[in-house]
């Protein structure tokens, strides 16, 4: 009897698929995909900005600030104190060194708070600034 039993357990042995090599395929695919997936950053909100004829597309804007109607900076979300902008723009540039900054400024933003975040985006050591707009 008990000899019986052992040839049945054998024979569902053999009759069972691996699956571990298909899933360490998966698992390796996942990974391959995650860090190639490209990431989509934003600035937090929604500003109007000018049009322009001349605008083109900046492939390796990693670092946006907004500037909205009534002059408040946005990073990452987050609205930010004047006096900030060069500290943030510093810690994101350490992230990624080959990044530039993408200014979006509203059409009703003043033009002394652009100035003061183009600065602070020179003092931190980042030459390569834009602005965002619009295009026709």
Do not use: H
């Not at 024979?11 to 860090?35: K, Q, R």
Request: glycine residues 4%; without cysteine; hydrophobic residues 45%.
């Amino acid at each position: 009897m008990r000899r019986g039993f052992s040839n049945i357990a054998q024979e569902a042995e053999d009759g069972e698929i691996d699956i571990t090599p298909m899933l360490d395929v998966v698992f390796i695919m996942l990974i391959f995909f995650i860090v190639t997936a490209s990431f989509v950053k934003e600035t937090g909100i929604e500003v109007n900005r000018p049009d322009a004829s001349t605008a083109q597309s900046k492939p390796r804007a990693n670092i946006l600030i907004a500037i909205n109607d009534i002059g408040e900076i946005w990073i990452d979300k987050r609205r930010i104190d004047e006096s900030q902008v060069r500290a943030n723009i510093e810690r994101l540039r350490a992230e990624n060194p080959q990044g530039s900054v993408v200014i979006q400024a509203d059409e009703e933003a003043k033009t002394a708070k652009l100035v003061a975040v183009m600065d602070a985006a020179r003092a931190a050591g980042v030459y390569d600034v834009s602005l965002s707009t619009e295009a026709r």
